[in-house]
């Protein structure tokens, strides 16, 4: 997120030279930036000594060495214990730091001057928070700090190159902030076209224009015959085996990120053209996290696309089932994947100083304008389905802060909840089609994307989550024919490959490797992490090409791994839907029975996700790195799903 240095720092001023803290022999390095990212810029100041940093101390939980384990006792098929979800209380309970930590991490602030009663502590107890001096920060982590600029946005920001802990209480540390990380911006993953331009250039999100030159509605006939024209809802219910929804016994949550919002005028417009079996001013249920509002100030396809095509399809997919709408942050700070999960999670909540108030929003915001009150704390509950249309770039972001937060989708599916990620639009590169300039991403720093090695996605590769690519229905193919689609090359093209941060979980390992034995790319170590030991994603794919969308008044067409997803997580709710009708419990984490399964999908054979000047990987027989293990069918996967208990 953006901050005001001086609203933040105090003044970027030079008052007093200063030196970096070299780390004694008792202190071991425990965060370090190898490369410096070419956004960045150290600028040739020193800050005031006197100036205060919020310094956050992630401390390290109990029992997260056990927590797959856990999981797969409430997720995997064979498991007896299976959908027998844990409450939250539990949750906390089980994962809290020991006294241990809490008392040695204190002890050692105290021990280095900070003043008990200045050390406060998160709600959940996993962090600490401490004001300290600029003075204090750097001699407590032995570092140095620094004004750093951002080349794109001009703003300033606060980190080091490295820190130190003692040695003897490292183990109790997971994270401290702000220190080496640096801003990453939530990007939303779709592109779009207009109906009347098709034959024009595509227009990337940035250049869309506020009222695109629809057709008059009359000028299209929206039919089964023209699916691979023009997707709609019912086009998907053919291509997935589904009907419409009939009970509301469930829930289904959408994540939207302020100034992105939806119009119930383009709702209205949807209904009237796709889905006329919902009546005109039909919406979401709406939550509105850390002073978030559904904004109609601003309009234009980039701040009204992505909400408008998510809540239009998931709504149409499960009506009569309500869906929730999780809008998150406020008009200036804005919000991350962290903000949310602290308001559906009281035990993640760090009001006492626990976001990184680099990559997160932090509310209280002190901007002109922002939202004055206390950051949302577990004030929502969770949707048993949680789709989110958003993403960062793996490299974007450092290994301790992408654990931590999957870390935090383990518990949310400890405790019945699918968490749904689009798997990104670049193919094998990153988001706006970036690659990195050395092998595994070491330093973050990009290229333009001609060369370069596969940028993989977050949080698509937490294991922990369900990662969702894209395909498209072959060009004058009916969506009745047998292997009516392929992967999706039509304006985007679906994220997938392998980590460079999260081991491969157990439940994909055999999937991974028959796909090696069988189709082992040619690529080398140097453009991708081909160790056979990672998390490879996406999981699962559902359509991503030429969904008719109401947006600004006019339908327009859009793509992208931001449809794929509310599509797919309108499925599972469907299911969950007849689960619960059966007497049964949400189906949870997914990714445990459906690698077990993987006859419910249809199988993707045909396409690849170019990028990084390679043709990328290829789709072939069972699961791969372009559409994972296929697309749904929704009578297999509902059979699978209820003979579980």
Known sequence: MHLSLQA?????????????????????????????????????????????????????????????????????????????????????????????????????????????????????????????????????????????????????????????????????????????????????????????????????????????????????????????????????????????GTLALSSYGIVEYTPQAFLQTDLNLFYANLARQIPSATGPTIDLIDGAVVQTTS?????????????????????????????????????????????????????GGGD???????????????????????????????????????????????????????????????????????????????????AKCAGGTYNSGTTGTFNPSFPATCPYITAVGATQIKPNTAVTATAPEEACQTVIYSGGGFSNVFAMPSYQSSAVATYFTSHKPTFTATQYNNSQTVRGYPDVAANGANYVVAVDGALSLVYGTSASAPTFGAIITLINEERIKAGKSAVGFINPTIYANPAAFNDIVTGGNQGCGTAGFTSVAGWDPVTGLGTPNYTKLLAVFSALP
């Open 8 to 244: 933040r720092y105090g003044q970027a001023t030079v008052v007093t030279i200063s030196f970096a803290h070299p780390a004694p022999p008792t202190h071991v390095v425990h965060e370090k930036r190898e490369a410096q990212l070419d956004k960045w810029s150290k600028r040739d100041v020193k800050l005031n000594r006197d100036a205060i940093i919020p310094l956050s101390i992630g401390l390290t939980q109990r029992n997260l060495e056990r927590g797959y384990e856990l999981l797969m006792d409430v997720s995997h098929p064979e498991s007896s214990n299976y959908g027998k979800h844990w409450s939250m209380q539990k949750i906390k309970e089980t994962f809290a730091p020991s006294v241990e930590t809490i008392t040695a991490v204190k002890q050692w602030l105290i021990e280095s001057g900070i003043a008990h009663e200045r050390i406060q502590s998160s709600k959940s107890l996993t962090w600490l928070k401490v004001n300290a001096t600029v003075e204090e920060a750097e001699s407590l982590l032995k570092t140095e700090y620094f004004i750093y600029t951002n080349a794109n946005t001009g703003k300033d920001h606060l980190a080091c190159d490295d820190y130190s802990v003692p040695a003897s209480i490292r183990h109790h540390i997971d994270l401290i902030t702000p220190t080496i990380h640096f801003d990453a911006t939530v990007r939303q993953k779709k592109q779009r076209r207009d109906l009347q331009g098709r034959s024009l250039k595509v227009h990337p999100v940035s250049q869309a224009h506020p009222n695109p030159n629809a057709v008059p509605q009359p000028a299209v006939t929206y039919n089964l015959a023209n699916c691979y024209t023009y997707v709609t809802p019912d086009c998907l219910r053919a291509l997935y085996n589904f009907t419409n």
């Open 299 to 351: 309009k234009s396809f980039d701040y009204n696309g992505e909400s408008d095509l998510d809540l239009e399809y998931a709504i149409a997919l499960v009506y009569p089932q309500k869906v929730t709408l999780y809008q998150t942050g406020d008009t200036v700070e804005g919000a991350s994947f962290n903000n949310f999960l602290d308001a559906i999670d009281g035990s993640y909540c760090t009001s």
């Open 356 to 438: 990184d108030a680099i990559y997160d929003g932090i509310y209280p915001d002190t901007a002109s304008g922002g939202y004055k009150g206390a950051e949302t704390c577990g004030a929502f509950a969770p949707a048993s389905v949680i789709s989110t249309s958003y993403g960062y770039n793996e490299a974007d972001l450092s290994a301790a802060y992408q654990t931590r937060q999957c870390n935090e989708y383990m518990k949310l599916g400890l405790a019945g909840v699918t968490f749904l990620y689009s798997s990104g639009d670049y193919g094998v590169a990153g988001n706006g089609g970036q690659c990195c300039t050395k």
